[in-house]
């Protein structure tokens, strides 16, 4: 097998499919996966994304969980497109075309448009691994780059290559985002496996400095989620979320509408204003004030009629 | 499925040759990968010939990298090896049946299937690792980051569906004669992983091959009569020499 990095193909290279016959013209790479490169492909007047891998068992693999995925979710767009072969030369390059997703890295897309999308994003991430996991699947190597946001907040997971039957061992997965790697549980893919990277990508995002200095300077033996929640605790941004972080990492959720409906209520203002000193939020205080001068005025013009 | 890994740090100097050693085991239908780790960036060229000589004597793969990528490393190799066991066998089969030299050749609607049954197959078969630690003074800095590795692997294995055996041995042994030392017998999990710390002792000799012999031993003794691979293909195991992953594990 070549590098996936040196043989990047120029935009403009047309593939050609010897099975079915499509043609893809390749406008730029996308990215370089663990087992292959992602193009931004053109065929007729369409726009989608094509992986190119070395091995055509494990493209293969891979073109399976997307197409179990689309026989699964009907009535949405497909993602799975085609596979094929393309012959270049002396090589026959195996692929597989899928929907192409626009959109940035959670991290990426926090740190330009704010904190405040965290809600948002969380919501939507859960509810999409929800549907995941209702088809028996695990998503495995979750991730800031493997969930790209869209306009306002819409979320797609990207990379089905840890993406493993339940039950089984997960196929790839990311060691910071690993419930293994902290001392929290094995490698089962269940759903709970993605709970924990769930509330790793959330500490990561908002609090990536620390989190990567802790994994690096804990020794292996003290890696545990407890060290995490320290971290949690003494993060403005993570603070309002500790609850669910807690039990994300614990894998204490019923299931993931579970996991689900707790990030909800968590979102909901007077949840979220439960952290001030006061307790009481300030439009409360400002409608009892109102309310009591309404009635002591009230009051008062009945008693002076 | 049965597969030794050797980790190590440079080349052997006594006993048998140790690709001589890698190429009986293959014979005899265990794997061998070789994974060489080097932190301060000097491998002797001798070394790194032999390290790679070894695995592709014993039909597997090897890669040299730091402490820091040895866990990632070795899983990967662990996977890979069964995928290409298991795409071995496949392949015969599909020579046989259809006359067809790889899964490749196959439209991709046939690939589909032939590949779910693979990874049906590389997730159930029972799978047997002999983890073989060169513990020679040189590693002595190296080996926490080996343990760490080993308890790794053994972590990812227990997810498998299929059954999951790990043992582990370490060289050069306490006495002259003692090539190898078990420090784990086949366990499943890592509750009962035994570790090599405290164990060592700092002689000179690097007895690589010898302590192949000893471990392809055990898998006689421990695994009763051991399969001839039954494929005529020398070098099958796909190499891949790609360092950059962008998840860290594959496994």
């Known amino acids: 097998m070549t590098t996936s990095s040196e043989s990047r193909l120029p935009p403009g290279t047309v593939l050609r499919g010897k099975w079915n016959g499509k043609s893809y013209t390749l406008r730029r790479l996308l990215g370089v996966g663990s087992n292959g490169q992602v193009y931004l492909a053109a065929s007729g007047r369409s726009i989608c994304a094509v992986k190119i891998g070395q091995d055509p068992a494990e493209l293969q693999a891979e073109a399976n969980v997307l197409a179990s995925l689309d026989k699964r979710e009907r009535g949405r767009s497909p993602?799975?497109?085609?596979?094929?072969?393309?012959?270049?030369?002396?090589?026959?390059?195996?692929?597989?075309?899928?929907?192409?997703?626009?959109?940035?890295?959670?991290?990426?897309?926090?740190?330009?448009?704010?904190?405040?999308?965290?809600?948002?994003?969380?919501?939507?991430?859960?509810?999409?691994?929800?549907?995941?996991?209702?088809?028996?699947?695990?998503?495995?190597?979750?991730?800031?780059?493997?969930?790209?946001?869209?306009?306002?907040?819409?979320?797609?997971?990207?990379?089905?290559?840890?993406?493993?039957?339940?039950?089984?061992?997960?196929?790839?997965?990311?060691?910071?985002?690993?419930?293994?790697?902290?001392?929290?549980?094995?490698?089962?893919?269940?759903?709970?496996?993605?709970?924990?990277?769930?509330?790793?990508?959330?500490?990561?995002?908002?609090?990536?400095?620390?989190?990567?200095?802790?994994?690096?300077?804990?020794?292996?033996?003290?890696?545990?989620?407890?060290?995490?929640?320290?971290?949690?605790?003494?993060?403005?941004?993570?603070?309002?979320?500790?609850?669910?972080?807690?039990?994300?990492?614990?894998?204490?959720?019923?299931?993931?509408?579970?996991?689900?409906?707790a990030w909800r209520l968590l979102q909901q203002p007077q949840q979220r204003q439960a952290g001030n000193k006061s307790g009481v939020p300030g439009w409360m205080a400002g409608l009892f004030a109102v309310s009591l001068i309404l009635f002591v005025s009230v009051t008062a013009y009945w008693l002076l009629r | 499925m049965k597969q030794i890994l050797l980790i190590t740090d440079g080349g052997s100097n006594v006993g048998e040759s140790p690709v001589v050693a890698a190429a009986q085991a293959y014979a005899e239908g265990i794997v061998v990968n070789v994974a060489g780790v080097v932190d301060d960036g000097a491998i002797g060229e001798?070394?790194?010939?032999?390290?790679?000589?070894?695995?592709?004597?014993?039909?597997?793969?090897?890669?040299?990298?730091?402490?820091?990528?040895?866990?990632?490393?070795?899983?990967?190799?662990?996977?890979?090896?069964?995928?290409?066991?298991?795409?071995?066998?496949?392949?015969?089969?599909l020579r046989q049946l259809f006359g067809v030299e790889s899964v490749a050749e196959l439209p991709p609607a046939k690939r589909a299937e032939v590949v779910r049954v693979m990874e049906d197959i590389g997730e159930t078969a029972e799978l047997r690792v002999a983890l073989l630690v060169d513990a020679s003074a040189s590693m002595r800095s190296k080996l926490p980051s080996v343990e760490e590795a080993i308890r790794d692997l053994a972590l990812s294995l227990k997810a498998r569906e299929g059954e999951s055996m790990v043992a582990v041995f370490h060289f050069p042994g306490d006495a002259t004669d003692e090539p190898c030392v078990m420090d784990s017998d086949w366990t499943h999990g890592t509750d009962r992983l035994r570790m090599l710390t405290g164990k060592l002792k700092m002689r000179g000799t690097t007895p690589t091959g010898p302590a192949l012999l000893h471990v392809l031993e055990f898998f006689r003794e421990t695994c009763g009569n051991i399969m001839i691979e039954p494929v005529q293909t020398p070098s099958p195991i796909k190499r891949d020499d790609s360092v950059e992953v962008r998840s860290d594990y594959v496994v």
């Open chain 1, 79 to 261: 993602f799975l497109l085609d596979v094929d072969d393309a012959v270049a030369g002396e090589r026959v390059l195996p692929f597989y075309a899928m929907q192409y997703v626009p959109g940035m890295p959670v991290k990426t897309y926090i740190r330009r448009y704010g904190e405040e999308w965290v809600g948002v994003i969380g919501y939507r991430l859960l509810k999409r691994l929800s549907e995941l996991h209702a088809a028996g699947w695990v998503f495995g190597d979750l991730k800031s780059d493997n969930i790209l946001v869209g306009q306002y907040g819409r979320v797609s997971l990207v990379d089905y290559g840890g993406t493993t039957a339940m039950g089984r061992g997960v196929r790839q997965f990311t060691e910071l985002y690993d419930r293994g790697f902290w001392s929290a549980g094995s490698r089962t893919a269940e759903p709970s496996y993605d709970w924990f990277a769930v509330a790793m990508l959330w500490i990561h995002v908002l609090d990536g400095k620390r989190l990567v200095q802790l994994s690096r300077t804990l020794l292996p033996q003290n890696r545990h989620p407890r060290e995490l929640m320290t971290l949690v605790r003494t993060n403005r941004l993570l603070k309002p979320l500790e609850s669910w972080l807690e039990r994300a990492l614990a894998g204490g959720f019923r299931d993931t509408e579970e996991a689900c409906e």
């Open chain 2, 46 to 93: 001798q070394g790194a010939t032999e390290i790679a000589e070894i695995a592709r004597a014993g039909g597997g793969m090897s890669r040299i990298v730091t402490s820091r990528q040895l866990s990632g490393t070795v899983q990967m190799m662990t996977r890979k090896t069964v995928a290409a066991t298991v795409q071995q066998a496949v392949n015969h089969e």
